[in-house]
């Protein structure tokens, strides 16, 4: 059974920064590109990053470009989303997904069909 399981969010000052982990099980991460999803009460789902296989490509919403890093450890089983400068309209539920897609069209949220339960990060004085 694949599985993800978020961690890292919680409570934080605009300008802070957090580092969200997601953890892998029953299946070897290195066959997967994982996304970084958030949702916001009372909005859709959207992606936030996103990166391949090998950890080579990577893509980033305009909206957190500059400001987070997605990056993973395959023999970690393992994939992180660092969070710099957050802003209070960055607060939401993160989640990680995993796509066996190798031509899955960035931050697109149908490419994903396994979820963690996601992680709570909110930013706020």
């Known amino acids: 059974q694949l599985q993800l399981v978020e961690s890292g969010g919680g409570l934080v000052q605009p300008g802070g920064s957090l580092r969200l982990s997601c953890v892998a099980s029953?299946?070897?991460?290195?066959?997967?590109?994982i996304g970084w999803f958030r949702q916001a009460p009372g909005k859709e789902r959207e992606g936030v990053a996103d990166i391949n296989r090998s950890g080579e490509t990577t893509n980033y919403a305009g909206s957190v470009k500059g400001r987070f890093t997605i990056s993973r450890d395959n023999a970690k089983n393992t994939a992180y989303l660092e969070m710099n400068s957050l802003k209070p309209e960055d607060t939401a539920v993160y989640y990680c997904?995993?796509?066996?897609?190798?031509?899955?069209?960035?931050?697109?949220?149908?490419?994903?069909?396994?979820w963690g339960q996601g992680t709570q990060v909110t930013v706020s004085s």
């Open positions: 029953g299946f070897t991460l290195d066959a997967y590109a």
């Open positions: 997904g995993a796509t066996d897609s190798s031509a899955y069209v960035p931050l697109a949220l149908y490419e994903y069909d396994s």
